[in-house]
Every structure is written in C-alpha cells, then in structure tokens.
C-alpha cells in the first residue's frame, strides 16, 4: 500500500530519483561552444543558438546575455575584471541565470568559468525537461581566475542553469569553452577503483 501511494505521488509531482552527479576532470568533445562566432546582438534577450545548433542558451529571467572579451565590475570598493578564457570572447550577464537547452540529452557537462563579482560560487541545476534531476555547487573564487567545473550524470540531462550567488541576482558569472558529452564521463579515481575490483576477481578465480 506505501509503495503504490508513494509511485501515485511521483506520477503526480513529476519528481524522480536524484541522479547520480559527479565532479569530473577536464575532458574533451567534439560538442563545444566558445561563444565567439555566436549570432547575436550586443545585448540579447532571445535564445542564442549554441552547439552548432545543438542546443541553445539564455537568461533565465528574461535579461540579457553578452558576449565581450573583456568584463569589470565596479561595485562600492570592489573591482573585479577577467578577459576571455581562451579566444575572442565568453558570456556573461548581469542578472539572471544562464540556461542552456540542448536538442539531445546528455550525460556530461563541463566548462571554465570566472566571476567577476565580490560573491564566489554559484549554483547548477541539471534537468531532464521539467525534471530536477540534481545540483551542484559551481566553483568560481573571487578575484576573476578561471576555474574547470565539470560533472558528469548517471541519468539524462537536457537543460542546464547556473546563477552566480551574487546578491540574489545571479549575473557576472563568466562563462566560456564549455563542452558536453552524450556519454558519462568517468569520475576521478573510478577507473583505478574498476581495475583493483578486476585483479582482485582474476586473482580470486587462480
């Protein structure tokens, strides 16, 4: 009786079981978006294509999305400023989460990332559709260093959002040489824990 109700309760929610989400190294795909050829305006408030028409990003909150080389941030006594982590420009905002959309799902996330805002850090949200399927915290020190923050997923994906925790505004999170993957990229450290369990199993069967 317990389980059918709580199986009538997911139906109802749209709720599933968190999927397993892991911080995974820097990896390489042939899915990669460096925001320098985008076609856009200076200031956007449409969705953008990304991805070579893989997918698409915007802002959350119906502001806009930049693409420049360089970005400060005046605010009180901080001053913060990064240019482009590699090539001609990233993106950024001012308000707002960043959300990309992809056409397929997708296992694997990744990208560099830098604020120039006086708050670190910042939130991740991965979605099957309308789905929460996990979150995470997106590193970003203070001080406009570029930082890789990537995960990878047991379960699909095909929308990702990140909000800076800047003054419950999100924006000034920079973003640039981001890369997905349709395959789960192995955590750190599974691999060396795979090939213990198979010599201990060969070595077992001698």
Known sequence: MHRRIALVLIAATGFAANADIVRVDEFSSLQFEGFNNLDMKTFDRNPVSVFN??????????????????????????????????????LGNTTGGIEYRFNTAQKSF?????TIAEVPDA???????????????????????????????????????IESNYRNRGGFLMHDA?????????????????????????RRRR
């Open 110 to 114: 990744g990208g560099f990332f830098a």
């Open 53 to 90: 028409g893989m997918g698409e990003v915007l802002n959350t909150k119906g502001s806009f999305l930049h693409t420049t080389g360089g970005w400060a941030l005046g605010s009180g006594d901080w001053q913060g400023r990064t240019n482009a982590y590699e090539g001609a420009k990233m």
């Open 123 to 161: 939130n991740i949200k991965f979605f099957d559709g309308d789905t929460l399927i996990g979150s995470d915290q997106l590193l970003a020190a203070v001080g406009g260093d570029w930082s890789w923050n990537g995960w990878a997923s047991d379960l699909n994906f095909n929308r990702v959002t």
């Open 178 to 202: 981001v890369r997905v993957l349709t395959t789960q990229v192995p955590a750190p450290g599974s691999l060396a824990l795979l090939t213990a369990g198979l010599l201990i199993n060969t």
